[in-house]
């Protein structure tokens, strides 16, 4: 585990979007997997710049979305389809046939639907690189506390604080959706290399127990600990309540030194 310790937002966003450019440019058919929510949409904005700067082609790269609601139609504002379509796809040039989102409208055999997803999943070759926020909770995609490890794509009942993180989204009244399709954390543990990003105060707790607590359910981002390549990218106010930090930095010093392919 690499936990890269920065400024601010904006310091995140800057370094992510740098080691998911060089994961394109190194591999142009990367299988990238994708997340919604605050955090990633600065990250998509340096995308879509390094893109009309003519330094980042996306015309091969595959993409797998995480999550989507359920109930959401693709137009609908609040829905993932939506995110994705106004932050990232509708400003660079990735083949429309190669964006897979959960869809969030199926009716009836929900498990099959799960199921073909992770087809479709092992059909590219699997996930090279994996973008994750993190929730209050310390869920990843939307796998609430208490999600199995070794969980698949499925549907998934969301917790009391993620419906009221999400309620902030929706226009007063509207009811914001109770669930959604997510992939699993057993699925999320497969992907080749994984970034997970957080920034504020709001996520420390989630952070610290991700990072430096045990592996356990009621905190699904701890199951990163048993990843062999995952990247924790975090600001001062995310990494608040982690003990080791002045080892982080140590290790980041020589990181830059021995390995500077890991931070670029
Ligand atoms: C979104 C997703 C969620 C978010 C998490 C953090 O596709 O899977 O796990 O990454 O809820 O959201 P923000 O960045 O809005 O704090």
Excluded at 55 to 75: H, K
Excluded at 131 to 143: A, M, V
Excluded at 201 to 213: D, N, P
């Amino acid at each position: 585990m690499l936990v890269i310790l920065k400024r601010n937002a904006e310091e995140i966003s800057l370094q992510a979007a740098q080691l998911v450019a060089s994961a394109v440019r190194k591999n142009p058919a990367l299988a990238l997997g994708l997340a919604t929510g605050s955090t990633m949409v600065s990250v998509y904005k340096q995308l879509v710049a390094l893109h009309q700067q003519g330094s980042l082609d996306f015309s091969r790269v595959v993409t797998f979305n995480l999550d989507e609601y359920l109930g959401l139609p693709a137009a609908h504002p609040q829905s993932f389809h939506h995110f994705m379509h106004e932050n990232l796809f509708a400003h660079v040039n990735v083949n429309p046939g190669n964006i897979h989102i959960p869809d969030g409208t199926i009716g009836g055999d929900y498990d099959q639907y799960c199921a073909s997803y992770e087809q479709a999943i092992r059909q590219a070759g699997g996930i090279d690189l994996q973008l994750l926020g993190i929730g209050r909770n310390g869920h990843i995609g939307f796998n609430e506390p208490t999600s199995s490890i070794g969980s698949r794509t499925r549907l998934k009942v969301l917790s009391k604080e993620t419906l009221d993180d999400n309620a902030k989204s929706f226009a007063p009244g509207e009811e914001s959706p109770r669930c959604a399709i997510t992939m699993g954390i057993g699925t999320i543990l497969e992907a080749r290399k994984v970034l997970l990003l957080a920034a504020g105060a709001s996520k420390s707790s989630a952070v610290a127990k991700s990072i430096e607590g045990p592996v356990a359910s009621a905190v699904s981002a701890s199951a990163l600990q048993l990843h062999p390549d995952v990247t924790f990218i975090i600001d001062d106010a995310a990494a608040s309540q982690l003990t080791q930090r002045d080892y982080y930095l140590r290790v980041l010093e020589m990181t830059a030194l021995l390995t500077p392919d890991r931070l670029r």
